[in-house]
C-alpha cells in the first residue's frame, strides 16, 4: 500500500493518519490512496492508469494559516521527484491547494500526488 509508504516518509513530528482526516482532531495530515484510474484533471478524460500509478492525496488540516502552508510546502518538496527501489516516481500535480476554512475555522490545505510503482 502506497499510502504507508508515504505515511513513513514523512517527518515524524506531523501527527498523520491514513484515510480520511477525523472529525476529532483539528491539527492533522491525512494521506489518502486512490486508484489510478482518477483523473487528475478537471477536463480530462478517465485516464488508462493501472494499479501501479495509484493517486495519492494528502490533506493538512490546521489552526494557523502559516503553518499549515509551511507543512504542504514542506511535504511538497519531500515527496516531489522522490523514487527509491520500490517507486520509479512521486510526481506533483498541479500545486498544493489552499481549501479554505471548514466549519471549524480550520484552515485545510490540499496536494496531489501520481506515483508510479515498479511492477
Known amino acids: 500500500m502506497i499510502a504507508e509508504k508515504i505515511y513513513d516518509l514523512l517527518p515524524s513530528n506531523l501527527p498523520k493518519v ?3 482526516l477525523p ?3 483539528n491539527v492533522i495530515v491525512g494521506i489518502m490512496e486512490y486508484d489510478g484510474s ?5 477536463f480530462g478524460l478517465k485516464d ?7 493517486i495519492i492525496k494528502v490533506v493538512i488540516r490546521h489552526t494557523s494559516y502559516a ?3 509551511q507543512w504542504a510546502t514542506e511535504i511538497k518538496d519531500l515527496l516531489h521527484r ?3 527501489d520500490t517507486l520509479l516516481s ?6 498544493p491547494i ?3 476554512r471548514n466549519e471549524e475555522k480550520l484552515h485545510e490545505f490540499q496536494i496531489t500526488f501520481r506515483t508510479q510503482v515498479k511492477e
Open 38 to 42: 482518477v483523473s487528475t484533471e478537471y
Open 23 to 25: 472529525a476529532t482532531n
Open 98 to 100: 489552499y481549501l479554505g
Open 18 to 20: 491514513i484515510g480520511d
Open 90 to 95: 512521486i510526481l506533483l500535480v498541479g500545486s
Open 82 to 84: 522522490y523514487h527509491d
Open 48 to 54: 488508462s492508469s493501472s494499479i501501479y500509478a495509484p
Open 67 to 69: 503553518t499549515g502552508q
